[in-house]
T-cell receptor, first 113, second 112 residues
Framework: DTGVSQDPRHKITKRGQNVTFRCDPI?????LYWYRQTLGQGPEFLTY????????KSRLLSDRFSAERPKGSFSTLEIQRTEQGDSAMYLC???????????FGPGTRLLVL | ELKVEQNPLFLSMQEGKNYTIYCNYS?????LYWYRQDPGKSLESLFV?????AVKQEGRLMASLDTKARLSTLHITAAVHDLSATYFC????????????FGEGTQLTVNP
């Protein structure tokens, strides 16, 4: 399978705990994006990387959120001190270059109790 | 701030009928995308429209783009049950690093 992969697919955690998600983009895609989707809404942009550089962060990305792409390949998204409002589907997408399609992974569904 | 609006948000139609989903966006955009999402699943790319007047077709779906009107349409011809899903349009701007701004989605149900 050469598509975008995400791990884990589901995560249930208690409020206040930290969680980390991983995204493996399509090989040779130098752009990687994180989005968040809540029920009944379209995905909302969180942040994106070009190679290892994090070039933009949304206002949605509070100080509790941090993302990395250390070697320009896979990326991690960490949420510290989770809150119930963090419950959502977290989607990763990769793109080879501008003017091309962003390909989405299967997502990580987070439930904060 | 770039805003994207879709209508209708909910669409119930019979097999064999034709219908159009509309996508309006608020500011000049470089590119427009259509995605499909099945319940509990991720997004599947359908079309990328890169210029004014662009038209793309795949099976029973046809998408078009009018950048002057800031409008894209997704036309469904002779709908079949398998087309039941939520359809999203999204736009990006090179000045914003190609991040996508999505509409709310149109939930399509095709009834036998």
């Amino acid at each position: 399978d050469t598509g975008v992969s995400q791990d884990p697919r589901h995560k249930i955690t208690k409020r206040g705990q930290n969680v980390t998600f991983r995204c493996d983009p399509i090989s040779e895609h130098n752009r990687l994006y994180w989005y968040r989707q809540t029920l009944g809404q379209g995905p909302e942009f969180l942040t994106y990387f070009q190679n290892e550089a994090q070039l933009e962060k949304s206002r949605l990305l509070s100080d509790r959120f941090s993302a990395e792409r250390p070697k320009g390949s896979f990326s991690t998204l960490e949420i510290q001190r989770t809150e119930q409002g963090d419950s959502a589907m977290y989607l990763c997408a990769s793109q080879r270059a501008t003017q091309e399609t962003q390909y989405f992974g299967p997502g990580t569904r987070l439930l904060v109790l | 701030e770039l805003k994207v609006e879709q209508n209708p948000l909910f669409l119930s139609m019979q097999e064999g009928k034709n219908y159009t989903i509309y996508c309006n966006y608020s500011t000049t955009s470089d590119r427009l995308y259509w995605y499909r999402q099945d319940p509990g699943k991720s997004l599947e790319s359908l079309f990328v429209l890169l210029s004014n007047g662009a038209v793309k077709q795949e099976g029973r779906l046809m998408a078009s783009l009018d950048t002057k009107a800031r409008l894209s349409t997704l036309h469904i011809t002779a709908a079949v049950h398998d087309l039941s899903a939520t359809y999203f349009c999204a736009v990006d701007r090179e000045t914003s690093g190609s991040r996508l701004t999505f509409g709310e989605g149109t939930q399509l149900t095709v009834n036998p």
